[in-house]
């Protein structure tokens, strides 16, 4: 099928009761070919739970259209995808418009916008001043992309500041990939976000191994965990085995720092600690412990004043190690003290961090997915999934 328009649409189509608006075949080349140089290259809307547009290419694009001011392909339907295309041997849909419109814009009440399925990249979207594919749903994915060997969505954009792929989504996910062997999201961005997450939760990663990341971590906000601390290869036995050491808590913002000193021969000391130290930090603890031998009369001569702390009543000519501990007073501590002890939020009450440590199911998480079942794993209805793509 081949349409072209100078000033309108290439082609126009609306189907009724079962059947999609526009149906096309090829043995050869593309299924549907459209050019317009004003307004969309096709138009079509599909009836029941058909799609607007339903075609197939052997040899070429399943749907090929080409627009100059518009959207080269608008497709909706009422309960089904707004674009189906399938091609052997090419690309299933290939929409290029020079005007800043989408080049394929699917639009679906129900079920996905556009999903595409091949044995290349499913989705394929390049956006040379603006986003490579948007995709959006009321109720489900904006956009499905399954792949057997490939890529299942792919999003490049060639102006700095925007976006591959961009997922806007209210209640439901944004994007979501699944991979059985690569990646399932990757965001490749020389100069500005690889990907971006916004939400309740604005990423969710669960794993035996949740996150690897290279290179400074910023964190603006509290940092939850149930534990923390570092891993090394073990000194001892670096290729067989590691070192596991958990970070100091506290139920204050506290700093800690140490030293050793040596007495004079009035057994008298100045420690002298660097001069941001009074600015950053108040409620003074202090340890003092004689190395060698006992030092009952040991003591802290003067307290903190100046960035400095006096010891004294220690043996003459002793080395004693020193400890002190601060709570932090620097502008943002103050802004956020540290609550101790919270009540959860109504959402959570009744739920945990950690359930199954107390003798609960999983489902009664408070990070946990609503216990209400979508209607499948995949968020769509039974009859618009594909079901899940076979990895070889």
Not at 11 to 28: D, F, R
Not at 111 to 133: D, I, L, N, W
Not at 157 to 186: F, H, K, N, P
Not at 240 to 269: F, I, P, Q
Request: hydrophobic content about 30%; overall charge negative.
């Amino acid at each position: 099928m081949r349409a072209a328009s100078s000033q309108g649409i290439g082609l126009w189509a609306t189907g009724s009761g079962s059947n999609p608006g526009v149906q096309a075949e090829a043995a050869s080349g593309p299924g549907v070919a459209a050019t317009s140089s004003q307004g969309p290259a096709v138009t079509a809307t599909g009836g029941g739970s058909n799609p607007g547009v339903s075609a197939t290419g052997t040899g070429g694009p399943g749907v090929n259209a080409t627009s100059t001011q518009a959207a080269a392909v608008v497709a909706g339907s009422t309960s089904g995808p707004g674009v189906q295309a399938t091609s052997n041997g090419g690309i299933g849909v290939w929409g290029t418009t020079a005007s800043g419109n989408p080049g394929v814009r699917g639009d679906s009440a129900t079920g996905p916008g556009v999903m595409g399925t091949s044995q290349g990249a499913g989705v394929y979207g390049k956006g040379v001043a603006g986003v490579g594919v948007v995709g959006e749903s009321q109720e489900y994915q904006g956009l499905v992309g399954k792949s057997a060997t490939y890529i299942g969505i792919e999003g490049v954009s060639s102006a700095t500041g925007y976006e591959g792929v961009l997922g806007e989504c209210s209640q439901g996910t944004g994007v979501e990939g699944r991979s059985d062997t690569q990646q399932g999201v990757w965001g490749i961005c020389p100069q500005g976000i690889g990907v971006a997450a916004r939400g309740a939760r604005g990423i969710v990663s669960e794993a035996p191994r949740a996150a690897d990341l290279f290179g400074d971590v910023y964190v603006g906000g509290a940092l939850l965990h149930a534990s923390a601390g570092s891993t090394m290869d073990h000194p001892l036995d670096p290729e067989g085995r590691y070192l596991e050491h958990s970070v100091v808590e506290s139920s204050e913002r506290k700093n800690v720092y140490d030293g050793v000193v040596d007495l004079d021969g009035d057994g008298r000391a100045i420690v002298e600690l660097p001069g941001w130290f009074e600015a950053l930090n108040e409620d003074f603890r202090y340890q003092l412990t004689p190395i060698g031998a006992p030092a009952p009369d040991l003591h802290v001569g003067q307290e903190l004043a100046g960035n400095c702390f006096a010891i004294a009543g220690g043996p003459p000519n002793r080395t004693v190690s020193w400890q002190v501990t601060g709570v932090r007073r620097d502008a943002w501590s103050r802004a956020h003290p540290l609550e101790c002890e919270r009540v959860k939020p109504p959402e959570e009450l009744g739920r945990y961090l950690h359930p199954e440590e107390h003798g609960q199911p999983r489902e009664r998480s408070s990070d946990a997915l609503p216990e209400e079942p979508l209607p499948n794993d995949r968020g769509m209805p039974a009859e618009l999934d594909p079901g899940p793509a076979q990895m070889t």
